[in-house]
């Protein structure tokens, strides 16, 4: 915000400060907009994003990773790595969330880079 005050161009200041320049504008315009009375951090901040609410906490997600980390026999599961089937199964057998499906843990895991062969240390 203090760049744009020096009158520079949304081409310009996008490349001084490294964003994208069609996200200039919405951010100037709640600068302008927000109460000068408050604080610097909390006009600056996003607001709040519509959509479903996450169902799946960063712990439960933590848990899953932690989990798929381990060898399955460690769990009474007779294989070397996991499947996402195989793990989807033990997340909800062991209650780290009610219902999940196979899609989303393998999804999660990709996005993770998680390649069994590398992490397994149980």
């Known amino acids: 915000m203090l760049v744009a005050e020096d009158k520079l161009n949304h081409r310009e200041i996008s490349a001084k400060v490294g964003i994208v320049q069609s996200q200039l504008p919405q951010w100037i315009k709640r600068w302008q907009e927000a109460n000068k009375e408050t604080a610097v951090e909390e006009r600056l901040k996003d607001k709040a994003r519509s959509g479903r609410k996450p169902t799946i906490t960063a712990e439960q997600w933590?848990?899953?990773?932690?989990?798929?980390?381990?060898?399955?026999?460690?769990?009474?599961?007779?294989?070397?790595?996991?499947?996402?089937?195989?793990?989807?199964?033990?997340?909800?057998?062991?209650?780290?969330?009610?219902?999940?499906?196979?899609?989303?843990?393998?999804?999660?895991?990709?996005?993770?880079?998680?390649?069994?062969?590398?992490?397994?240390?149980?």
């Open 62 to 122: 933590c848990k899953i990773m932690a989990l798929a980390c381990e060898k399955p026999e460690n769990y009474g599961v007779p294989i070397t790595h996991w499947s996402h089937s195989t793990l989807t199964a033990e997340i909800i057998k062991q209650g780290i969330v009610e219902t999940i499906s196979i899609a989303h843990v393998g999804n999660f895991l990709k996005k993770q880079n998680y390649n069994p062969i590398e992490v397994s240390i149980g």
